[in-house]
C-alpha cells in the first residue's frame, strides 16, 4: 500500500474515532441541534474511506476532500460554542486553526454588561436554557414541518440562544463570579502553519544565504507574520494570524466585521458583525446604539442590518474576482459611510478542478 494511502487511511481512522469520542449520550440531544454540520461532516468522511478503499485517488484529490472534512468540522465546532454547548476535544486538537472565525467571547462588550448589570443573573441562565429549548423544538420540528422551520427560522432560534448567552455571561462578569461556565469562556486560537508553497513565497532573495525567513507577505495573517494594520474610508483592518477585523467608523460608535484571513476566490464565508456604540454613560451607549441599528453591513452585495441580532453575515466571494472585497457601511439614506478593502487569495489559474464536490 502507497505511503500516501496509508497515512490517509490512519487519518480518516483518526477523525471517525474522534467524531466517534465526541458523540458521548451527555451530547447526544445537543447535537440535534448542530445535526445538519455533523451530518455533512460524516457523509465527507465516509466519501473519504470509500475512495481511499477504491482506489485512483492523487495526493492532491485527498488533501481536497481532507480540506473539506476540516472546514465541516470547523462548522460543526463553531455551531456548538455559538450555542454555548459542550465543543468536543477534536475541536482543539486538529492541525489547523479550528477557530477559523472567532466569535468575542460571550459577555465581554461593555454594552452588554452595562444592561445586565443589575439583572437577576438566575434569571438570564433560564432565559437561555429556555432558549435552547425552543431551539430544540424547532429542530424537531423542521422534519415535519420545513416550510415553518426553515433555515431562517432556524438561525433566528439560534440567532436568540447566543443573545441570551451573552447577556447571561455579561451578567456573572459583571458580579464577579469566578469560575466561569464553560459555555462563556473564550476557545484557544491556533495560528494555522504556513504550508510550503506559502513559505516559499514569502521567502526574498537572499533569505537562502541568512537562513531567514520573510514574514512582510501579501498573506497578511499567516503564522509567523505581525499584526497589519490597513486604512480606508472612516474604516481601519486589524490582520493577525487567522483573523481580520474591518473596523468601520462613523459619528456613533465603530460596526467590527470579523473576517478569516485566508479567504480565497469561489469561497463561502461566514462573517461576524459587532456593534460597538460611543458614549461616556448608558443613556449616551443607548442612544447610539439606536442609531446604530440603521446602518447596513454590505459585502459583495450581500447585506445585513445591524439592527439584525444574528451576529453572522454570510456571503459568497466570485470564482473571478481581483486581490480584494469591499466591506462597505451604508446609513439610512443608503449613502457610504466608510469602505474598507478586505485582501482575497487569488485561485492560482493552472489549478485543475477537483474531482469531488461538496454534498
Known sequence: MPVWLRRSFCTAF??????????????AQDDELCVEEKQAVEALQAQLNTLIFGGGLSDRDVATLKSKIDQAYRRYCECRRFLGLPTPHACFD?????????????????????RAGTADCDMLEDRYQRALEELRRAMAGAKKNPETYNDKAIARYRANVWYDLDEWCACLRVKGVSPLPAACGSPPVKAPPIDEEEEIRQKKPGDEKSGGKSTGGSGGGKSGSKPQRRAGRNAGLDITPGLQVASLDTPSGKVHVYLPDDMRAGDRISGAVIAEPRGETTEARADNEGRLKGYVVEVETRERSTAQREDYLTFMIPSVTSETVAVILRDRDRKVVSRIEVPVEKVPADRPAPRIFET
Not at 483518526?14 to 451530547?27: E, R
Not at 468575542?104 to 461593555?110: E, H, K, Q, Y
Open 94 to 114: 486538529l492541525p489547523f486553526d479550528i477557530w477559523h472565525l472567532p466569535l468575542p467571547s460571550p459577555g465581554m462588550s461593555t454594552l452588554t454588561q452595562s
Open 14 to 27: 483518526i477523525a471517525a474515532a474522534a467524531l466517534a469520542a465526541a458523540a458521548v449520550p451527555a451530547q
